[in-house]
């Protein structure tokens, strides 16, 4: 930064308003990142307003962390510099809820559960489920590309977004997509930022798809002996059932496989009882939960991968290779195993200490033998120096590279965060 914090802030100032920015030690403590400060805090109150306060950050060469909810602030390498953190909280309004097509627009420190509270009162509601959804933001959610159980059933974030705006670093407002499904022609920008984790620009408003709340739902948990739970879950997946989700969880020699159902209650009401009778053929134990303990098992999958004293690993392999890799981690000590056994994803979660943080290497070969990848999704600061936590740059880094070159030159945004040091 080519400029004191004092003068910065007086820039701020002069052109937000004094109430956008902050020096104050307490509230830059809340906005920590990975053990780091930084020296302001801005708070834009609107899209000028984000605009006018990467311009300055860029005229004087101040690198940008955009905070949303800090829900995922775990995510990601160490940053290199923190100048100023960029937060998007009084970015939190909704614009347009299109209740025939289906649609809504909002800015992007709009905060899910309420997202979600409002769809609810018209019978809809956002397939998006994220970490903390009482903390986590739409532009958050969006930029760690974060998804949940049921992403095989609605769709990933990427599809889910259909337009978007973002606020470049030098200030320039660009938008993509719009707000009807079928608007693309060309190149999809919006899947650009997808996951970009705020390198590229920061998101200021959304518009995602929608769903029709289901008129039922239901949870049966199956739980037995790795043999037991690998022919279920392949008998589940040759079944003409369409679950919501499928999820494995293992703890040692115990292996659980949750079964979501929902739709009309008809069709609910038949895939139980096939699920049922698949499990009391291969003689294992079913259990039906309450709308409570569904509530509760549904809240531990979404958190699981975002716990901040946690070191949780991801690994993604194709869908066959799950079971085999589960069983091999499950040998591990002091691990529990969380996976979608639709799209293969599995996290890992153990005690952080440096010891564990060895498996890394180990995980990361047993991917690769098994044609997937390992990355380090979420530790304690204090484990992710020295460490690319993103594992092995793919052969696309040198296009990834360009791209940042060419929205973000001086590598401002999030520096250092992304894969290969972006």
């Known amino acids: 930064m080519n400029l004191t914090a004092d003068r910065l ?37 609107n899209e000028a307003q984000l605009s006018t306060a990467l311009r300055l950050c860029a005229e004087h060469d101040a690198a940008v962390i955009p905070w949303g909810g800090g829900t995922a602030m775990t995510v990601g390498n160490v940053p290199r510099q923190i100048d100023v953190v960029i ?105 650009l ?64 496989v949750a079964v979501h159902l929902e739709g009309f209650a008809e069709t609910v009401a038949r895939s139980q009882r096939e699920v049922r009778g698949m499990a009391d053929n291969l003689g294992l134990k079913t259990q039906l939960l309450t709308a409570n303990e569904q509530g509760a098992f549904r809240r531990f999958v979404e958190d699981f991968p975002l716990q901040s004293q946690t070191l949780v690993f991801r690994i ?33 979660a153990g005690t952080p200490t440096r010891t564990a943080l060895q498996r890394f290497l180990q995980l990361a070969a047993m991917a690769r033998d098994h044609r997937g990848h390992a990355i380090i999704f979420s530790a304690p600061a204090e484990l992710k120096h020295g460490v690319e936590v993103w594992g092995e740059s793919p052969p696309t880094l040198s296009l990834m590279r360009g791209v940042k070159r060419q929205f973000d030159p001086k590598e ?4 250092g965060r992304f894969l290969g040091g972006l």
């Not at 969006?142 to 998804?147: F, G, R, T, Y």
């Not at 518009?207 to 879950?233: H, K, W, Y």
């Not at 040998?331 to 529990?336: C, G, L, Q």
Request: glycine share 8%; hydrophobic share 45%; proline share 5%.
């Open 87 to 191: 937060s998007t909280e009084r970015l939190a309004r909704i614009i347009d809820h299109d209740h025939a097509n289906l649609t809504l627009t909002a800015e992007s420190g709009v905060v899910l559960a309420r997202l979600q509270n409002e769809l609810t009162k018209r019978h809809q509601f956002a397939p998006l489920e994220a970490p903390f959804p009482d903390c986590a933001t739409i532009g958050g959610i969006i930029a760690a590309n974060l998804n949940g159980p049921r992403r095989s059933y609605y769709g990933s974030v990427r599809d889910l977004v259909i337009g978007i705006r973002v606020v470049l670093m030098s200030g320039e407002t660009i938008k993509a997509g719009g707000k009807v499904v079928k608007n693309v022609a060309g190149y999809d920008m919006c899947k």
């Open 316 to 348: 993604t392999l194709p869908r066959a290779e799950l079971f085999p890799c589960a069983q091999t981690l499950s040998r591990w000590e002091k691990v529990t195993v969380v996976a979608d056994a639709i799209t293969g994803t599995a996290w890992v």
């Open 193 to 256: 930022f997808v996951g970009s984790l705020g390198t590229l620009g920061i998101i200021s408003q959304a518009t995602v798809r929608l769903a029709p709340l289901p008129e039922s739902s239901a949870m049966l948990v199956v739980s037995g002996n790795f043999d037991d739970a690998q022919q279920f879950t392949n008998e589940l997946g040759q079944s003409r059932l369409l679950p919501a989700a499928v999820t494995l969880r293992v703890e040692g020699n115990h292996w659980l």
């Open 412 to 415: 401002l945004l999030n520096p």
């Open 9 to 45: 802030a007086q820039r701020f100032a002069a052109e937000l308003g004094a109430d956008s920015v902050a020096s104050d030690p307490a509230q830059i403590l809340l906005h920590k990142v990975d053990g780091q400060l930084s020296a302001l805090l801005c708070r834009p109150a």
